[in-house]
């Protein structure tokens, strides 16, 4: 089973629903490692880490489903459990092993301690109450991204609503909260499959092509 399995998560629509989401890849050649936390790493180990960052389990050997996964992880526009996922990965999240009990190489057995799904999908819901409000308010359309930070990095930083009990976001400092607020509200917007492409051939190490669409559209490579 590839990573990139089909999820429930609620693109964004007025008023927003759920849908299953994939991507379809195809790809040709030797995928053979990729920078995360500022440095290579093989693409065994990039496979251990997307085991416990996405929570689903990759018996298949080989590189392609390593690359699928990172696709997985990237492309978020849309989604807000996504877009948290990720954001927290970029910033709040130190090390590889981070998502293994502090286990820098990843290696089989080690707990897995990346964030679970369900906590990703309910910060992304505090996400969506504030861009839903602020999306009645005409004078917010134009500086839609500028206001939803804004309001939520504000209601953070005083531990308003769910906040306040959210032991994990009680660990931040407030360039965190920030740079993750931010992060989430812009990849939410923007992080579309081509974005993600463009993110994992920057990274990517080997010599190898690969072409991308998403199933939630129309086709389109």
């Given at each position: ?9 609620a ?6 629903q759920?849908?299953?989401?994939g991507?379809t890849?195809?790809?040709n050649?030797?995928f ?12 065994q180990?990039?496979g251990r ?9 990759n018996?298949?050997?080989g ?6 996964g990172?696709l997985e992880?990237l492309?978020t526009?849309?989604?807000w459990g996504?877009s948290v996922?990720?954001a927290?990965q970029?910033h ?7 998502a293994?009990?502090?286990d820098?190489?990843v ?8 964030p ?5 999908v309910e ?5 969506e109450s504030?861009i ?7 004078d ?12 939520i990095?504000s ?8 906040w306040?009990t959210d ?18 509200v812009g ?5 579309n499959?081509f ?8 990274k ?10 998403p199933l939630v559209s129309?086709?389109?490579l």
């Amino acid at each position: 089973m590839a990573f990139a399995a089909i999820k429930q998560d609620a693109p964004f629509r007025r008023p927003s629903q759920a849908c299953a989401v994939g991507i379809t890849i195809t790809h040709n050649g030797d995928f053979e490692g990729y920078e995360l936390f500022g440095s290579r790493v093989s693409n065994q180990v990039v496979g251990r880490w997307l085991e416990r960052v996405l929570h689903c389990s990759n018996s298949v050997a080989g590189d392609s489903p390593k690359i699928a996964g990172i696709l997985e992880l990237l492309a978020t526009q849309g989604r807000w459990g996504a877009s948290v996922r990720l954001a927290y990965q970029i910033h709040i999240a130190k090390s590889l092993g981070d998502a293994a009990s502090g286990d820098a190489m990843v290696k089989p057995g080690s707990p897995n301690t990346a964030p679970q799904w369900a906590w990703c999908v309910e910060v992304g819901q505090r996400f969506e109450s504030h861009i839903s409000r602020l999306l009645d308010a005409s004078d917010a359309r134009q500086k839609l991204e500028e206001a939803v930070t804004e309001s939520i990095i504000s209601e953070i930083s005083a531990r308003e609503g769910t906040w306040q009990t959210d032991y994990e976001v009680r660990r931040w400092d407030a360039d965190e909260v920030s740079a993750f607020t931010s992060e989430v509200v812009g990849r939410f917007l923007r992080g579309n499959l081509f974005s993600a492409m463009k993110e994992f051939m920057r990274k990517a190490h080997g010599s190898f092509g690969i072409q991308a669409y998403p199933l939630v559209s129309s086709p389109t490579l």
